[in-house]
């Protein structure tokens, strides 16, 4: 299991200065609308309702981690470095 907070991901700017990124609703929107079955459906509605910190199984951590590929290098990595914490 693992805790994350979606709405607190820890990114860094240009400069390496920390910046905040909230990013549960549009994961967990992209999770819901692009879910191949009900299990990535309802993990996107964990997360998008999600008020602060979540636990995530491994199975749910993997799913993240599928759906962040196309992400961003920066912002994947984000979520990526707060999944292996």
């Not at 992209?30 to 199975?59: N, S």
Request: aromatic content about 8%.
């Amino acid at each position: 299991m693992k805790k994350v907070n979606l709405r607190e991901v820890q990114l860094e700017d240009i400069h390496g200065n920390p910046m905040p990124g909230d990013f549960h609703e549009v994961l967990g929107n992209q999770l819901y609308m692009q879910g191949r079955d009900i299990k990535e459906c309802e993990l996107g509605r964990k997360i998008y309702f999600a008020e602060g910190e979540i636990e995530l199984t491994d199975d749910e951590a993997k799913i993240v981690r599928e759906a962040v590929k196309g992400w961003s290098y920066v912002a994947r990595t984000a979520i990526e470095k707060m999944l292996d914490t």
